[in-house]
Every structure is written in C-alpha cells, then in structure tokens.
C-alpha cells in the first residue's frame, strides 16, 4: 500500500505565506490522484478545504489554495490568520479507488 | 445542507464486532452524485480510510481492514452502517461517517463518535 508523506510540523508568521506538501510513495502525485485536503482543529472533526487537486468548497476561505508543485501535491495558506492553526491532512486515491491519508501537517501561527 | 451523524456503542470488548450506523439527514443517501463512507483516528494520530459505498451497493474496502470490515447501505432509513469484527485495542478511535464526493474523499463530516475496546 502507497505510503503519503507530509511535513510532521511548520510554523508561519500572521499575515505570512506557508506551502504544505503531499508526496506519494509510488511515483509522482497527478490530478489523477484527486487530491483532497482537510483542516482539524483539537476535539473538532477534520474539515474538508479542498478536493481534485484545487477545488474549493463554498465554506473554504479564500486564502487556501490547492495545486501541484512539482511531484506533489500542495496547500498555500497565503495571509494566515491565528485562527488557521490547526492540524492538516491531505488523501490521495489509488488504483481501485483506495484513498491514503497522509500523516498530517500540525501548523503553528506564531 | 447534508448533515450525518454517527451512532453507536463506546464501549467494545476485545474479539467483539463493533456495530456504528451513520443517520443522514436532508439528503438522499440513494443520490447518484456521491458516495458514503467511514473513516477512524486513533487517540491522538491521524485519519485511516476504512470503506466507501455506493447506493448501486458496489463496496470498496483499506486493503489492511478487509478481511474484517463490512460495510452497508439502508435506503428505507437513509442510513448506512459500519461492522468490523475482531476488535482489539489497536482499533481504540473515533469513527467518523462521512459524505464522499466519488469513491475518492469526503466532503461533508460527521461528528465522529469515540469507540473504546476494553474489557
């Protein structure tokens, strides 16, 4: 089974600019691997921000973006706000329709 | 706007079968556009992907889970339901239902619900 791969923790400045990434184990990560991801807050259940790849739902603010950077899979939090701190997770979907969570990303606003 | 929410025991013995079901309310789980789906975290780790099914019944299950997990579908009652036998400590988490774009990811959360295996 592929293994997702995220940074265990990054900081970022209020009103800074901060990338999170998404790597796959097996090959690069493509629009084919209809990347989502997800914002968790402690007790709170996960929250869904972005899907296939860039994707927005009406609740996500619009200083989240997705994209692909380079063989990964990527979220830009551009301006954060204190209140973005919070753990992010991304999924990828295999072959079979198989989707791995990546480990998450604990973001700190400081 | 589409809210489910998890129901089911908190408390599990080890070897048991763990029984949940996911209530969805003001949407039609028999919807062609989505799928349905559960999802678990382990006390202070990350989400684990269990199952995803569509109203056709067609089933997708995590490779590592298979051989233990069930997952269906009630149309008459707009709920679907989790089983997964065997329980030992390792499967100690909150269980999550969730709304699923496609067979690919969720897009609407339940609450999660904590299940505990102890004896």
């Known amino acids: 089974q592929a293994v997702v791969t995220q940074e265990p923790s990054l900081t970022v400045s209020p009103g800074g600019t901060v990338t999170l990434t998404c790597d796959s184990s097996?090959?690069?990560?493509?629009?084919?691997?209809?990347p989502y991801w997800f914002q968790q807050k402690p007790g709170q259940a996960p929250r869904t921000l972005i899907f296939?790849?860039?994707h927005k739902h009406p609740w996500t603010p619009a200083r989240f973006s997705g994209s692909l950077l380079g063989d990964k899979a990527a979220l830009t939090l551009s301006g954060a706000q204190p209140e973005d701190e919070a753990d992010y997770y991304c999924l990828l979907s295999y072959t079979g329709a198989r989707p791995v969570f990546g480990g998450g990303t604990k973001l700190t606003v400081l | 706007q589409v809210q489910v929410q998890e129901s089911g025991p908190g408390l599990v013995k080890p070897s048991e079968t763990l029984s949940l079901t996911c209530t969805v309310s003001d949407y039609s789980i028999s919807n062609s556009d989505h799928h349905w789906g559960w999802i678990r975290q382990s006390p202070g780790k990350g989400l684990e992907w269990i199952a995803t099914?569509?109203?056709?019944?067609?089933?997708y299950y995590n490779p590592s889970l298979k051989s233990r997990v069930t997952i269906s579908l009630d149309t008459s009652k707009n709920q679907f339901s989790l089983k997964l036998s065997s329980m030992t400590a390792a499967d100690t988490a909150v269980y999550y239902c969730?709304?699923?774009?496609?067979?690919?990811?969720?897009?609407?959360w339940g609450p999660g619900t904590l299940v505990t295996v102890s004896s």
């Open positions: 097996i090959g690069a990560v493509t629009d084919g691997h209809y």
């Open positions: 969730a709304r699923f774009l496609g067979p690919t990811g969720p897009d609407y």
């Open positions: 296939d790849t860039s």
């Open positions: 099914i569509y109203y056709t019944g067609k089933t």
